[in-house]
């Protein structure tokens, strides 16, 4: 009914940066926030940033000042640009969006991931 791609994740040297990217497609209505969270081996998912149709951000401490988050509402995308990576950003990163489709009412939906591995 609705899917969520992501793209972009891949090995980067520490300092470097990656653009992470995810695309929403299917009976789509309309899109509340969307956003990005992550996985690391052996702990819980986290978020990492959110944004809202009306441009909102919400961004984690600890990814703040380095991480960006934007979205085209038109293209139904959303966009993380993140910098100055360090070895603990490693994980899997999740898109997520709360989508109204014209069958339903809003709900969350998740992307299948796309890992991001900071090392040297």
């Known amino acids: 009914q609705v899917q969520l791609v992501e793209s972009g994740g891949g090995l980067v040297q520490p300092g470097g940066s990656l653009r992470l990217s995810c695309a929403a497609s299917?009976?789509?209505?309309?899109?509340?926030?969307m956003g990005w969270y992550r996985q690391a081996p052996g702990k819980e998912r986290e978020l990492v940033a959110t944004?809202?149709?009306?441009?909102?951000?919400n961004t984690a401490d600890s990814v703040k000042g380095r991480f960006t988050i934007s979205r085209d509402n038109a293209k139904n995308t959303v966009s993380l640009q993140m910098n100055s990576l360090r070895p603990e950003d490693t994980a899997v990163y999740y898109c997520?969006?709360?989508?109204?489709?014209?069958?339903?009412?809003?709900?969350?939906?998740w992307g299948q991931g796309t890992q991001v591995t900071v090392s040297s």
């Open positions: 997520n969006a709360d989508v109204r489709t014209f069958s339903s009412w809003y709900r969350k939906y």
């Open positions: 299917g009976s789509i209505f309309s899109i509340n926030a």
């Open positions: 944004i809202t149709s009306g441009g909102t951000t």
